[in-house]
């Protein structure tokens, strides 16, 4: 529509000056932070000396076109009330001096009985270094927080879970996912949770970080 | 057939030969009654949601035994221990005073969970009573379900942070894990922006029983009537054993004074208006008069009273305070909401609830305000056209 008369255009000012007053204020939805940074980064990257947070989010780096490019590499779609596109991703970008040499990022999972904080320390090529469950309620939280079930993540990218199905749950036989130990057989769906959530991880890295050289 | 001319149809005639100042004239009579019926308005909006807003703070006076936190931040601060109990026996000695309206009574309790963070967190959790905590607090809105389906139920309500956090939707689970006890999520609260966000609620008698402390409680929500004396009950209060009073009269106090503060505010400007308005009409009436100087002779000339020359200007004047003040009363009702946004925006503090409040019998006493400031400025005008002699008025058109 173009305005074109002199009372149209005084409207103009009039809406924007209607609209700032009527609009509630937004609140943002919460993504997921590490705990205590600068002991945790230390912790992830031992020879690091300092670290950069990058803040983004689907909505506002592509909106709904990405969330779908997204949920299609992943193979499950974004579900409920919290794993929504304006959730906002915390991206620390890891230095030793000036230069670059890893990245560590989070995201929230859904788990049987609460929030699954899984968090990934990623080399510059996009492999992971560290795997780390930050939360996990759970009986057996103790077994799937072990750094020895996080070891077993390491080394793999992205590529390696294009076979793994999270919304059944499924790895491809003989694939290297498939090949990952659940230590707590009494917490499957948190086992398969944290796969999901370290995929999903993986994903969000390769469009924010990597520019989406992982994509097929 | 001869007609006869009324009075009251000159009046309306004259109003009508003039028709850009007549009409100026009413919107600026309009715009004062506008002013006069927001301000209003505003009074009366601003006082009855301060009111509400006392209401749902829920209560006004919080019990707790000696030393014990009684918020969760605190409670966190101090490391989840530090919690005192006083005994339900508590709520009969409460209740005996008469400016106390109900009670709610509330256990908090801490659950160390060596799984959240590095070195684990606390988890902290609130019983509620499901017939008195809810009734107190009717601002809780729901995103997702609603309270708990049974008094002693193992549900749970999470605020919204709380929810975010854990990932929690109705139906889900949540796990004490020192206890291995499971709560079945029944509701996920609205964002409020106060502490309620990050609170998990449980009912009250499920965590007694949970936590093995049966016929205890942390705390207890006092509502007092309406005009209560706070203090004095809080004086009362203080001479059970062991507790400590949480008062948020102060809070009260501030909001009523407040409520005063505006009151004066409203009717300063409001008297402002109502000068402004007789002044105008004054002016404008005094000058119909003047222009038609001449006119009014000739009239009394054919024998109009002085008597009827009077109630001819005064006739116009309620006209004009007429109309003037219906479009002002339209202008209030057409942009209450409006109204009501702005004065959030320059306010620093507004209540929730509608700010400004317009209704038919506001819009009455209005209108009947502004047709008396009309006759009252019409007065002059009326007494000054009534005085005029016919030959003087003739002989000066010469002149």
């Not at chain 1, 077993?152 to 290297?176: C, H, I, N």
């Not at chain 2, 009579?29 to 006082?47: D, P, R």
């Not at chain 2, 749902?56 to 006076?61: D, E, R, S, T, Y």
Request: glycine share 10%; net charge positive; proline share 5%.
């Amino acid at each position: 529509m173009t305005i074109t008369n002199r009372s149209g255009r005084a409207l103009v000012p009039a809406l924007f000056l209607i609209l700032a007053v009527v609009l509630p204020p937004l609140w943002a939805a919460v993504g997921c932070e590490l705990n205590d940074p600068d002991r945790d980064v230390k912790r992830l990257f031992p020879e690091s000396t300092s670290y950069q947070t990058l803040y983004v989010s689907i909505a506002r780096q592509g909106g709904d076109p990405l969330l779908k490019k997204i949920e299609g590499r992943l193979g499950d779609s974004f579900k409920g009330l919290f794993e929504t596109a304006d959730v906002p991703y915390t991206m620390y970008q890891i230095f030793k001096g000036t230069d670059l040499i890893g990245y560590i990022h989070g995201v929230n999972q859904k788990g049987q009985y609460g929030g699954i904080q899984v968090f990934l320390a990623l080399d510059l090529e996009g492999r992971i270094r560290a795997f780390y469950i930050q939360k996990l309620t759970n009986q057996s939280a103790k077994l799937l927080r072990d750094p020895a079930f996080g070891k077993q993540f390491v080394g793999l990218t992205l590529p390696d879970f294009d076979d793994y199905d999270p919304a059944a749950g499924r790895a491809e036989p003989g694939s290297r996912i498939a090949a990952i130990q659940n230590p707590a057989p009494g917490a499957e769906s948190d086992f398969k949770a944290a796969l999901r959530g370290a995929k999903k991880n993986l994903i969000l890295c390769d469009v924010f970080l990597f520019g989406g050289k992982f994509v097929k | 057939m001869k007609s006869k001319i009324s009075i009251y149809e000159i009046a309306y005639k004259n109003l009508l030969r003039k028709k850009t100042r007549t009409l100026l004239t009413i919107l600026g009579i309009g715009l004062s009654a506008w002013v006069l019926t927001s301000l209003f308005g505003f009074n009366q909006g601003y006082e009855s949601a301060l009111n509400k807003d006392i209401d749902n703070m829920g209560f006004q006076v919080l019990l707790t035994a000696k030393g014990c936190p009684y918020e969760a931040a605190t409670l966190m601060l101090k490391g989840g221990t530090g919690l005192r109990y006083m005994n339900e026996a508590v709520f009969a000695d409460i209740l005996k005073n008469k400016e106390v309206e109900k009670i709610t009574p509330m256990l908090m309790q801490a659950v160390f969970d060596p799984n959240k963070g590095e070195s684990g967190g606390l988890n902290a959790y609130l019983g509620i009573d499901p017939a008195t905590y809810p009734a107190m607090k009717p601002f809780l809105k729901f995103t997702q379900g609603a309270w708990f389906t049974k008094p002693q139920s193992h549900e749970a309500v999470l605020g919204y942070e709380a929810a975010e956090l854990e990932q929690r939707e109705v139906g889900d689970k949540i796990l004490i894990p020192e206890k291995n006890i499971e709560y079945t999520v029944s509701g996920i609260l609205t964002r409020s922006g106060t502490q309620d966000d990050g609170t998990i609620f449980v009912p009250i008698r499920t965590l007694q029983k949970d936590f093995k402390q049966e016929e205890k409680v942390t705390a207890v929500g006092i509502k007092v009537w309406k005009d209560a004396d706070i203090t004095g009950l809080e004086n009362k209060l203080y001479e059970l054993p062991d507790v400590q009073v949480v008062s948020m009269s102060q809070v009260k106090s501030t909001i009523m004074s407040l409520v005063s503060t505006a009151k004066v505010m409203v009717f300063s400007i409001a008297l402002i208006a109502i000068l402004i308005a007789m002044l105008g009409v004054v002016n404008t009436i005094l000058m119909s008069v003047f222009e038609r100087f001449q006119e009014i002779g000739i009239i009394k000339s054919m024998g109009a009273m002085p008597q009827d020359v009077f109630r001819m200007i005064w006739t116009e004047t309620i006209i004009l305070c007429t109309l003037g003040g219906a479009v002002g009363i339209g202008f209030s009702f057409a942009l209450a909401r409006v109204t009501d946004l702005l004065i959030r925006r320059l306010l620093p503090y507004t209540p929730t609830g509608s700010l400004v409040i317009v209704n038919g019998k506001l819009a009455l006493a209005t209108l009947g305000i502004v047709i008396v400031i009309g006759l009252l400025a019409g007065i002059y005008p009326a007494w000054r056209a009534s005085r005029v002699r016919p030959l003087e008025a003739i002989r000066s058109e010469g002149e």
